[in-house]
């Protein structure tokens, strides 16, 4: 059973446009939410991660939005560039992060020129 | 580099071999992690080590996979019987005391034949 549903499977945006991607959960002791970007042939490196006492997150482009009692929350990348052009997942965990990770599908975004 | 550090990075072998992968965490991490992600699909919790002590393992650890981490630094992953179903990308991750942030290693990609 996939504790995070992630969506959409892949997105491609025009160079400067808004990337947005969405992750929902069910079990409500998670209490940390990361996203990671991973490119071809790396492991996953943090982007931003935010709490359940925030309603929202920003660092440089990108931005988390969260909501709890939608059991959502989704990135939005702002002033999208090619070098973003890589897979993001979203992940859950208990413990403030520090038990495991619970991963999304993830999501493959493609910025054109 | 103080990063996560995994060896080997690929590994290829005959279905039936043992095969072991070390994971050198970033110094000071008392926390480790093991993951598998196979192709399109976000990590998959495997275990998890806080110093030498492992806390917590998946079902998907079978009787075939064993970890140590002897002396709460560096990791060992061990396969034993590869099935061609073990092929995979097989992650590393660390974190410090008191959880937070977990940073990946590149991953050693797993090929069973």
């Known amino acids: 059973q996939q504790q995070v549903k992630q969506s959409p499977q892949s997105l491609i945006v025009q160079k400067g446009g808004i990337s947005i991607i969405n992750c929902a959960y069910e079990n409500t002791a998670f209490d940390y939410f990361p996203w990671y970007q991973q490119f071809p042939g790396k492991g996953p490196a943090l982007l931003i991660a935010i709490r359940p006492d925030v309603s929202e997150k920003k660092e440089g482009r990108f931005t988390i939005s969260f909501n709890k009692s939608a059991k959502q929350f989704s990135l939005h990348i702002m002033d999208s560039q090619p070098g973003d052009s890589a897979t993001y997942f979203c992940a859950a965990s208990m413990g403030s992060g520090a038990n495991n990770l619970f991963f999304g599908t993830g999501t493959r975004l493609t910025v054109i020129p | 580099d103080t990063g996560v550090s995994q060896d080997p990075r690929h590994k290829i072998t005959k279905r039936g071999q043992n095969v072991t992968f070390r994971c050198d965490p970033i110094?000071?991490?008392?926390?480790l992690y093991w993951y598998r992600q196979t192709l399109g699909q976000g990590p998959e919790f495997l275990t998890y080590?806080?110093?030498?002590?492992?806390?917590?393992k998946s079902r998907l650890l079978s009787d075939r996979f064993s970890a140590e981490r002897p002396k709460g630094s560096f990791s060992t992953l061990e396969i034993q019987r590869t099935e061609q179903g073990d092929s995979a990308m097989y992650l590393c991750?660390?974190?410090?005391?008191?959880?937070?942030?977990?940073?990946f290693g590149p991953g050693t990609r797993l090929t069973v034949l």
């Open positions: 991750a660390s974190s410090p005391p008191g959880g937070g942030t977990q940073y």
């Open positions: 080590f806080q110093n030498e002590a492992q806390l917590e």
């Open positions: 110094s000071e991490h008392n926390r």
